[in-house]
């Protein structure tokens, strides 16, 4: 079987990123730790022996950060996160791929281990998910596109892995749970040096 990353990416601009954060810490030093978390999540996949995706927000960036051989670039649509992390699936399947998952490039504690472990969970399991302390998650990854699991979620709230669990329940989904782990959303979350 075929295995695939998604990451999901904003272009790291003044006042349009971890605005959150920007809120108590200020645009700039959010820009800065935008920034940062987009280099330690290049850093996870940088080697990575499976082809990973990544979605631009706006538009598609052809010089940046991410110009590995083995990266796709694609562009996210949909009109809310759900619907575009769900085309993002969809999409990466069809060409092939049928263990996929996706992370977000907020999450310094995540590590290649845990993508790798995620990876091969779904060789048993049809869902696997990483938790994050904030109620949402930081990982997700399925082998096919449970399209189910991103419908009716109020996102970005602290609901979102409660429904999401709730949603794999009901469909009887098997799952593996990877341990919990800390999204970077506000200036509490911020246990590294990002000057």
């Not at 709730?166 to 200036?187: F, G, M, W, Y």
Request: aromatic content about 8%; some cysteine.
């Amino acid at each position: 079987m075929k295995s695939a990353i998604i990451i999901f990416v904003r272009q790291p601009a003044l006042g349009k990123v971890k605005t959150r954060l920007a809120a108590t810490i200020g645009n700039e030093k959010a820009l800065k730790v935008y920034r940062f978390l987009l280099q330690h999540t290049f850093s996870l996949i940088k080697d990575a022996p499976v082809p990973v995706y990544v979605f631009y927000d706006e538009k598609i960036t052809t010089i940046d950060l991410w110009n590995a051989k083995h990266i796709i670039k694609k562009q996210q649509r949909g009109a809310d996160l759900g619907e575009k992390m769900a085309n993002a699936f969809r999409q990466v399947i069809q060409e092939g791929n049928q263990e996929v998952v996706i992370i977000g490039s907020d999450c310094y504690e995540l590590t290649t281990h845990l993508i790798e472990e995620a990876l091969q969970s779904l060789k048993e399991k049809e869902v696997v998910i990483g938790p994050a302390k904030d109620g949402g998650y930081y990982l997700l990854g399925m082998r096919a596109p449970f399209k189910d699991l991103f419908q009716d979620i109020n996102w970005s709230t602290e609901t979102v892995l409660d429904k999401t669990m709730e949603l794999i329940k009901q469909k009887n989904h098997s799952i593996h749970l990877l341990p919990v782990l800390r999204d970077v959303d506000t200036a509490d979350d911020i246990s590294f040096k990002y000057d």
